[in-house]
């Protein structure tokens, strides 16, 4: 099973929402990943999470923030987003260093 | 030079034939390239992926060919058919050989080929 699951698949927002994502996998897999993609542009990475602790943080403004609750669990909290936030927001996963499983993703639109 | 560089932009291929996108890279330490398929609205499905450790590997229609002197990968699907109509995304990372860093397996990918397979 290399199943990624994220919730809710479409998200529709306020700029003054509070909101938020959530990822789980029950691979045993020790790295999640949060990314973003715009359209017809590539995944771009935004934090890493190894061990449940907070590993790379790629600049991302503070109205994101990501919350690893445990091994198999990860949300992205978001706050006073704007306009040129919205995109499709991907979680993936991955055993340590070996191949990272992708979700659906979210369809956020901040309106 | 973290840069992975990825062409065709855009490739439109015959039922039947072959398909081939190509991937160039600058940074000599990523040792990971794999391939993921994107359908409209979903998320990136892992295709095959390779170790810089062969020159090439093939599962089913798909195969990678690796050059590590030119720092390129390319992957070729053969037999197209419509349903493999979709974006391909070429990736690399640095994953070592044993060791965990701790930093995941770290994707940079490519700009994306939107592949359309005509009957």
């Known amino acids: 099973d290399t199943e990624v699951t994220q919730t809710p698949k479409h998200l529709v927002m306020g700029m003054t929402n509070k909101k938020s994502l959530k990822c789980e996998q029950h691979?045993?897999?020790?790295?999640m990943y949060w990314y973003k993609q715009k359209a017809k542009k590539p995944p771009e990475l935004m934090f890493v999470?190894?061990?449940?602790?907070?590993?790379i943080n790629e600049s991302v403004p503070s109205r994101f923030s990501p919350e690893c609750p445990n091994s198999s669990l990860l949300n992205l909290h978001l706050h006073a987003l704007q306009p040129e936030d919205s995109a499709l927001y991907l979680c993936?996963?991955?055993?340590?260093?070996?191949?990272?499983?992708f979700g659906q993703g979210t369809r956020l639109t901040v309106v | 030079q973290q840069q992975v560089k990825q062409s065709p932009q855009s490739l439109i291929v015959q039922k039947g034939g072959i398909s081939i996108i190509n991937c160039a890279y600058e940074?000599?330490?990523?040792?990971?390239f794999p391939w993921y398929q994107q359908f409209p609205g979903k998320g990136p499905a892992l295709l095959i992926a390779?170790?810089?450790?062969?020159s090439e590997k093939k599962e089913g229609r798909f195969t990678i060919s690796f050059n590590k002197s030119a720092k390129q990968f390319s992957l070729h699907i053969m037999d197209s058919q419509p349903g493999d109509s979709a974006t391909y995304f070429c990736?690399?990372?640095?994953?070592?050989?044993?060791?965990?860093?701790?930093?995941?397996?770290?994707?940079?990918f490519g700009t994306g080929t939107q592949l359309k397979v005509e009957l």
């Open positions: 993936a996963s991955s055993q340590e260093n070996t191949e990272a499983f």
């Open positions: 990736a690399a990372s640095h994953l070592g050989p044993y060791t965990y860093t701790g930093g995941g397996n770290k994707l940079t």
């Open positions: 390779i170790r810089p450790d062969v």
């Open positions: 691979m045993g897999h020790r790295a």
């Open positions: 940074n000599t330490a990523f040792d990971y």
């Open positions: 999470y190894s061990y449940e602790k907070l590993s």
